[in-house]
């Protein structure tokens, strides 16, 4: 018995392929958060759109967003449909994304002589096309983590550490931006001024190129170990995989009603502006923020160990709820003192484990679950609906957010000078930071309470299909 244990829990990867995994997740979100954080406040402090026009912009980028979400299924039913070749399901996607995400996401950063109208389809344009290469590359990028290895105990450590990496990746514009800016001639400083048009474009260029290469890595090092058939699904059946998988269904609706989690990710720059006077101060919320989330990473597998998903889950969920109020108040009440922010973002951010780690494994979980109950195994189509809820949900978050930011009632202009930012505009700043965050992860964790797909039946599911492969493989030997 003891030696059937041991082999079921053989190790599959090495710690060098764990690793570029890794990197090339972080590469990604690195390019990923430096639009969601960036992209808003470059067009409001370049002066392409006017401030009276600015409340405008984040519902062109939520409908462009909306719209290039449409394509995650279709684009998760072509990864399911393709025939094995060299590099394998998943690998070909994501070098088909490379060229297009690394051209859209230097453009959004191109200051261009239109105005009206005609600006705002270019905005619609570009943000819808770099939301469609971010999906080619997104969906088969995060699918990879359900078949570099068979055995579930295995992949949930590579999310974990794979997420972690991924949650530093999303920080890394906060560092990378402000060196930009002390090399750019005639700009903001390492820690003081607002970012000419220029900065803003080599940030782009440099986040752009760095980020691609270290996802390329995953296409020549890493490998697909849990073995497929190539799925013939119409859209039709495609829709009919997502309704039969109950736990990929209630994923979603969490996601859906946790819109506003990421909310703080869309406005760390204005909050910074408004709150600390200098966009580059944003690493006065990064760090915090970042050191709370990657000791939640840290943590989140542990508890795993000890408690079942589904009680981290909604833990940490109504945990960001009351430590989202006592941010706020800590923010608030101390008139913004250091020592405040520090401690409260440190506090809040410990919850993202939840929203960082703990998806991608359950997402992993329901392919089993679903090739369990019907012998089709689905990682395109499920990924792509994990990529559909972040996309739109990001995208709602940041709408949401932005607009109760550039609202004439809190009234935040990136044009004039920190000196002159009111009271009442740091607390409505603060409040879109912190609350709605907070409301949203107590609402995102009530679908998780009827989730059960944990530990004993999760061990059950994986024993069950390795049998079925083993004897699908003696049955083609023979």
Known sequence: MAKKEKAQYTKHLKFREILIFSLGLFGLQMIVFYLNSYQVEFYGATKMVPVDKMVIVPFIILGAKVVSAFFDPIIGNLIDRKKTGKLGKLKPFILYSIAPLLLFTILIYVKVPIKGFALYVWIFFTTTAWSIAMTVADVPSQAMSAVLTPDPTERTNVISFSGTLRSIGQAAPYVVVPIICAIVPSGASLVDGSLNASEYLV?????????????????????ERVPYVTEKMSLKTTFEAIKGNKYLMLIMLSFFLGFGRHAAMAIQVQTAT????????????????????????????VLIKYFDERKVYVGLSFYGFATAILAFCLGKYTSYHMAGLVIGLFLMCLQFGAVNIMPMIMVADSVDYYEHKTGKRTEGIAYAVLSFSIKVTLALGAAVSLAVVYS?????????????????????VYFAYNLIPGISSFLAAIPILFYDLTKDKKKKISEELNARRAASENTESE
């Open 203 to 223: 940030s782009a260029i440099v986040i752009g190129i760095l980020g691609c290469l270290m996802l390329l890595l995953i296409v020549f090092v890493n490998k």
């Open 274 to 301: 408004a709150i600390l006077g200098s966009a580059n101060k944003i690493l006065i919320l990064g760090l915090p923020s970042a050191a709370g989330t990657m000791t939640s990473m840290v943590l989140t597998p």
């Open 408 to 428: 004439s009632k809190v009234g935040y202009d990136a044009t004039i000078p920190a000196s002159e930012i009111t009271k009442s505009t740091k607390d409505g």
